[in-house]
């Protein structure tokens, strides 16, 4: 079955410090995976989108990779601030096809 | 811009009462999506629409759901009858571009709904 896996626990880093938060599917061919941020009692909010044929993707401090041999997806945070605090959600759309998919998100906290 | 605007914010209901969620998509936008999340499942698709017409509805969990989007600027979701595991927060997102898969999807704030 199709699955799509974020780390179900929480991340804890120090301010300052890059975060790595993980996105890894099963039995999907995304044609793209694009990354949200939810913050609490908010909707999903979009960041970052990356095609199956780029390896990689920035903006600002974000950063993005797309590894479809490994078939995962690697979001990285720079110089990480309190304010990157929340949820972040990765989402797959299978390529020809409209249907937007989400993983479960991991929850991202920055210590001051 | 009013971004998506879903009505009520929370909605508080007794087992087997029929629930109305309702949603205004942003103008312009092709695409609809309604989605529910709980913390067990996640952020799981129900149904989504393109121009009005639904195109997969395989996430609608049971005939209990049902979903109409009867012009391009109002959609709504029905439970009835409702049961307590129906509890969750169900979020609307809209997209430009009909079919383009690489647009992001705009969400509103969400219904909590909590079936007694």
């Known amino acids: 079955s199709q699955k799509i896996e974020q780390n179900s626990e929480a991340l804890n880093i120090q301010e300052g410090k890059t975060a790595t938060l993980t996105c890894n599917y099963t039995?999907?061919?995304?044609?793209?995976l694009q990354w949200y941020r939810q913050d609490p009692g908010r909707g999903p909010v979009f960041l970052l989108l990356i095609r199956e044929n780029e390896k990689e993707k920035r903006k600002e401090r974000l950063k993005v990779t797309f590894d479809t041999t490994l078939k995962q997806s690697l979001f990285h945070i720079t110089a990480s601030q309190p304010a990157d605090s929340a949820t972040y959600l990765c989402a797959l759309v299978p390529g020809g096809y409209q249907k937007v998919t989400f993983g479960t998100g991991t929850k991202l906290q920055v210590i001051p | 811009d009013a971004g998506v605007i879903q009505s009520p914010r929370h909605e508080v209901t007794e087992m087997g009462q029929e629930v109305t969620l309702r949603c205004k998509p942003i103008s312009g936008h092709n695409s609809l999506f309604w989605y529910r999340q709980t913390m067990m499942r996640g952020l799981e698709l129900l149904i989504y629409f393109n121009n009005n017409v639904p195109i997969d509805d395989s996430g609608m969990p049971e005939d209990r759901f049902s979903a109409k989007m009867p012009n391009a600027s109002f959609s709504t979701l029905k439970i009835q009858p409702s049961e307590p595991r129906d509890s969750a927060v169900y979020f609307c997102a809209s997209r430009f571009g009909g079919g383009a898969p690489n647009e992001k999807l705009f969400f509103g704030s969400g219904t909590q709904l909590s079936v007694l």
């Open positions: 039995n999907y061919s995304p044609a793209y």
